[in-house]
């Protein structure tokens, strides 16, 4: 079974920082992308940010230059350091563990965290 746990979420300033992380435990062999996604009530969850075990990056848009995904892979642990928040950035975060190779080689693809909030208000 694999579980991710997220952390860092809160409540912030326009303008501000906050660091995500989401650790990963359980029976894995290797993660091969990790992401960071978000949601708003009433809409879809949408992509913020992944990053493969090659080191290849895909951001949304309204986050380019402000947003910085990384990852540990030795702790399985990733991070979304998340700089010059805006309002807009308020929503649930989840990270997400895509293609996962686990311990006995069986092939799974996506494991999400719980959700973690992120209000950005003046």
């Known amino acids: 079974q694999v579980q991710l746990v997220e952390s860092g979420g809160g409540l912030v300033h326009p303008g501000g920082s906050l660091r995500l992380s989401c650790a990963a435990s359980g029976s894995i062999f290797s993660i091969n992308t990790m992401g960071w996604y978000r949601q708003v009530p009433g809409k879809q969850r949408e992509l913020v940010a992944t990053?493969?075990?090659?080191?290849?990056?895909d951001y949304a848009d309204s986050v380019k230059g402000r947003f910085t995904i990384s990852r540990d892979n030795a702790k399985n642990t990733w991070y979304l350091q998340m700089n010059a928040l805006k309002t807009d950035d308020t929503a649930v975060y989840y990270c997400n563990a895509h293609n996962v190779r686990l311990a006995d080689l069986r092939r799974a693809w996506d494991y999400w965290g719980q959700g973690t909030q992120v209000t950005v208000s003046s």
């Open positions: 990053l493969t075990t090659g080191g290849s990056t």
